[in-house]
C-alpha cells in the first residue's frame, strides 16, 4: 500500500493514498491505529479525497518518523479482520452523480408500472409542481420562474399528453437538484476551506502559560485571554474582570462586563482587562458554527452585479409569457408554446452569480485571505483612496529595538527588562520587538506588578513595588500623566527624527527611567504593492500613523506614498476618511493594531493584516494571509475585478443562449423536453464557469 506526502509543514502533514488499494473500512482503522502513536495530536482522515490528515508535535516526532507510521501500516494490519471489526464502516458521503442516476432510475421504473399506478405517481409527483407555481400568483407575483413552470406543466395536462408533462417535471426536479447540491457543495467547499484549527490561544498550567494550538485545547482546560483578544472557546470565567464585546452572538450594542463564574462564549471580543476561562466547548467546535454564520451573513452583502442579474432575471419573465402568448396566437400549437415555456432566465441568473461570488470567497480563503461577502470584493475594486496605517502595516511586522538611553540611575538592562515586563501582554509588533530583545539577552522580568491597563493609542500602565509604573508615547507620558522632561530630551528626540526611529518613554510615578528607540523598516515589497495599486486605478495612497513626524516621513519616502499624516490618533484616520467619502472617494483602510479598528469599520471596505489582533481581524471586512503581507492587498483588488466582469459577462451569454432556446422552440426546432434538458445544461455550464478562479 502507497502512501506519499501531499502537503506538509511544521506540526501538520497531508498524506495521499490510492483509494483502490485502501477501502473506506481500512482508512479508518488506520486513523485509530495513527491516533494512539506517541506525538500525534489529530489523525482524520477523508475517503472522497483520499487522504490522512495528521497533526503532531514537532518537538516528539519529526516528519520522517511519521512516514514511518504510514510505512509499517502494511496490508498485515489493514486486512486483519478482527482489527477491521473494531472499527464502524464510514458512511458514504453522496455525489451529485449517484443521486441524478436514483432519480433517473426511479423515474423510468414508474413509466414501466401499469397504466392505474403510472397516473397516480405521476398525478402524485406533478400536483406539488403545480402548487408551487400557485403560490406567487396568491401574493401578487405572477412574473415568477415557478409560474412559468406550473403553466408549461398544466398546459401539457391541458393536452392530455401526461408522459411529456411528467419527463418536463422530472427535468425540473433534475435542474433544482443540481442547483441545490451546486450551491450546498460551495458553501461546503468555503465553509471547510476558512476552517483552520491553527488558531494560538495561550494554555494555563499552574502558574505558567505556554502558547498552544486551539486544536490541543481540551475540555477542562484554562486558558488565558486579554484585552484585543478574540475568545476561542465557550467556557466559564474562573478569575479576572473584562468588558466582553457579545454582539455577534447576543446582539448586544455595548461590551459586558465579565467575572468569576459568567459564561463566555467563542467568537466574543475581549475589549478590556484579563479572563482566565475554563473551557466548556473546545473552540474548533464552535468556530465551525461562527464560520457557517459568517458565510451567512456575507449572502446579504450582495454585489451590484449580483442584484443587478437578479432584477433582471425576474423582470424577463414577462417577455417569457408575451412570447408564450405570442406563439400560441399565432400558431395554436401548444407543443411550441410549452417549449418556450421550458426556459427562463432565472435559474442561471440566480445560480450563477452566488456561486461566482461564494468561489470568490473561497479561491480568497485558499490564499489565506478571508473575505466576508462580495460586496467586499467589489467595494475593493472600485476604491480610488487606500489609507494606511504605518506600523506592522506597510513595514515590517518585525520592528527592531535600536537603541536604549536610561536615565535616573537605570542601566540599560533595567530599562529593557522592565519595558518586556509590560509589553509581554500584547501582540502589537513594538511589544514584540522589545520583548524579543530581552529574550534575546536572557533577561528576567519582574512578575509581581498589578494588573496592566492598555490605554489605547497611547500606552501601558501598570503598579510596581507600589509605584506607578508607565510605558507609551510622549504625548502620555508628559503630557497626559506629567513626567518631568531630563535635560538633554530635546536633543535625543532631534536625532530620532532625522534617523527615522519611534521613541517609546518608561517612567515610574513623575520620573523618566528611560528611553527605548524603535526602528520600524518597511516592508521589501512594500514600494512595489503602492506601485501596483496606483497602476490599478488607486489615485491616492495616504499613509496616518501615531509615530513622529521623522518615521513617517521616512517609510513615505521609502514607499512612494502620495501623502501622510504623523502624530494622528486613531479619530484622526476615522475623520480622514470621512472627509475623503464625503468628496466622493471610496476608501479601503488597511491597519493591523486595536486602534485601526474604528477607522476599518469606517471605510467602504477594511482590511486587516493576518497577524491583526483579534478585535481588528472582527471588525474588518477582509483578513489577509499572515504570511502575505501586503501583497493579499493587490489580490484583493484584482479578484474583485474579475469577479464583476465574470457576473457580467456570465448574464450576457445566459441571455443569448437562453433566448436561442427559446426562438427554437418557437419555430420547432427544439421540442419542450429537449428545450428543458438543455436549458438545465446551460445552467450547469455557467455555474461551472462562474466556480473558475479568478487569479491565474
Not at 159 to 182: H, P, V, Y
Not at 320 to 326: G, V
Not at 450 to 470: C, D, P, S
Not at 638 to 655: A, P, Q
Amino acid at each position: 500500500m502507497q502512501f506519499y506526502i501531499k502537503h506538509s509543514l511544521p506540526g501538520r502533514i497531508r498524506v495521499g493514498y490510492d483509494k483502490a488499494e485502501v477501502a473506506p473500512r481500512q482508512a479508518a482503522l488506520a486513523q485509530s491505529l495513527l491516533s494512539v502513536q506517541e506525538g500525534v495530536i489529530q489523525a482524520t482522515y477523508n475517503t472522497i479525497t483520499g487522504t490522512f490528515l495528521l497533526y503532531y508535535d514537532p518537538k516528539i516526532i519529526s516528519e520522517k518518523e511519521v512516514l514511518a507510521f504510514f510505512k509499517a501500516m502494511s496490508s498485515k494490519y489493514l486486512n486483519d479482520e478482527q482489527m477491521l471489526a473494531s472499527v464502524q464502516e464510514p458512511q458514504k458521503q453522496s455525489s451529485l452523480l449517484g443521486i441524478l442516476i436514483q432519480m433517473t432510475i426511479k423515474h423510468f421504473i414508474k413509466s414501466l408500472l401499469p397504466s392505474p399506478a403510472r397516473l397516480v405517481f405521476r398525478a402524485f409527483n406533478l400536483t406539488p409542481r403545480i402548487l408551487k407555481g400557485l403560490r406567487p400568483l396568491i401574493h401578487g407575483n405572477p412574473f415568477h420562474a415557478e409560474v412559468l413552470d406550473a403553466t408549461a406543466i398544466t398546459m401539457a395536462l391541458v393536452t392530455g399528453d401526461m408522459r411529456t408533462a411528467s419527463n418536463i417535471n422530472f427535468l425540473l426536479n433534475i435542474g433544482e437538484t443540481i442547483e441545490d447540491f451546486t450551491k450546498k457543495q460551495s458553501y461546503t467547499n468555503l465553509a471547510n476551506t476558512i476552517l483552520s484549527e491553527n488558531d494560538k490561544v495561550q494554555l494555563v498550567k499552574g502558574k505558567t502559560e505556554k502558547t498552544v494550538h486551539l486544536y490541543e485545547v481540551k475540555v477542562g482546560d484554562t486558558i488565558a485571554v486579554r484585552t484585543g483578544g478574540m475568545i476561542p472557546v465557550d467556557g466559564e470565567v474562573i478569575r479576572g474582570e473584562a468588558l466582553v464585546d457579545q454582539s455577534t452572538i447576543t446582539g448586544e450594542p455595548l461590551a459586558v462586563e465579565k467575572h468569576a463564574e459568567d459564561s463566555v462564549f467563542a467568537g466574543t471580543v475581549l475589549q478590556e482587562g484579563e479572563l482566565f476561562v475554563k473551557v466548556r466547548v473546545v473552540g474548533s467546535q464552535t468556530k465551525v458554527q461562527n464560520i457557517l454564520s459568517m458565510i451567512d451573513t456575507s449572502q446579504q452583502y450582495k454585489v451590484s452585479s449580483q442584484i443587478r442579474s437578479e432584477h433582471l432575471a425576474d423582470q424577463l419573465v414577462k417577455w417569457n409569457f408575451l412570447l408564450a402568448i405570442s406563439t400560441f396566437f399565432f400558431t395554436r400549437n401548444i407543443t411550441k408554446v410549452v417549449a418556450t415555456l421550458m426556459v427562463d432566465y432565472s435559474c442561471a441568473m440566480k445560480l450563477a452569480a452566488p456561486i461566482a461570488i461564494l468561489s470568490a470567497m473561497r479561491e480568497a480563503a485558499q490564499n489565506g485571505i478571508l473575505v466576508k461577502g462580495g460586496k467586499f470584493l467589489e467595494d475593493a475594486a472600485n476604491a480610488d483612496t487606500v489609507v494606511f496605517d504605518k506600523t506592522g502595516t506597510l513595514t515590517a511586522a518585525t520592528p527592531q529595538l535600536s537603541r536604549i538611553i536610561p536615565f535616573h540611575g537605570m542601566t540599560e538592562n533595567d530599562v529593557l527588562r522592565t519595558a518586556a515586563c509590560l509589553e509581554e501582554h500584547f501582540a502589537h509588533p513594538v511589544a514584540k520587538a522589545i520583548v524579543n530583545a530581552s529574550n534575546a539577552k536572557k533577561l528576567k522580568h519582574p512578575e509581581d506588578h498589578a494588573k496592566v491597563e492598555y490605554v489605547i493609542a497611547h500606552g501601558i500602565a501598570t503598579t510596581l513595588n507600589g509605584k506607578r509604573l508607565l510605558i507609551g508615547s510622549k504625548h502620555f507620558i508628559f503630557e497626559d500623566e506629567k513626567v518631568k522632561m531630563p535635560k538633554g530630551l530635546e536633543k535625543i528626540q532631534e536625532e530620532a527624527i532625522q534617523n527615522g526611529e519611534s521613541l517609546l518613554y518608561l517612567a515610574e510615578k513623575n520620573q523618566l527611567l528611560g528611553i527605548l528607540t524603535i526602528t520600524d523598516p518597511v516592508r521589501e515589497n512594500a514600494a512595489d504593492i503602492v506601485r501596483s495599486l496606483h497602476q490599478s486605478g488607486i489615485t491616492n495612497c495616504t499613509m496616518i500613523t501615531g509615530d513622529d513626524e521623522g518615521a513617517a516621513r521616512t517609510a513615505a519616502n521609502c514607499t512612494g506614498i502620495d501623502h501622510y499624516i504623523s502624530r494622528a490618533l486613531p479619530e484622526d484616520k476615522v475623520a480622514y476618511i470621512k472627509k475623503q467619502q464625503k468628496k466622493g472617494h471610496k476608501v479601503i483602510m488597511i491597519g493591523d493594531g486595536i486602534n485601526d479598528a474604528p477607522a476599518l469599520a469606517t471605510a467602504n471596505t477594511g482590511i486587516a493584516m493576518g497577524d491583526s489582533a483579534a478585535i481588528t481581524g472582527e471588525t474588518a471586512d477582509i483578513v489577509l494571509a499572515a504570511d502575505d503581507g501586503l501583497e493579499g492587498l493587490v489580490k484583493i483588488r484584482t479578484m474583485g475585478t474579475r469577479l464583476m466582469k465574470k457576473i457580467d459577462t456570465n448574464n450576457e451569454g445566459i441571455v443569448v443562449v437562453n433566448t436561442a432556446l427559446m426562438f427554437g422552440g418557437l419555430f420547432g426546432v427544439v421540442p419542450p423536453a429537449t428545450a428543458a434538458l438543455l436549458h438545465n445544461l446551460s445552467t450547469i455550464l455557467f455555474s461551472v464557469k462562474a466556480a473558475q478562479p479568478l487569479l491565474k
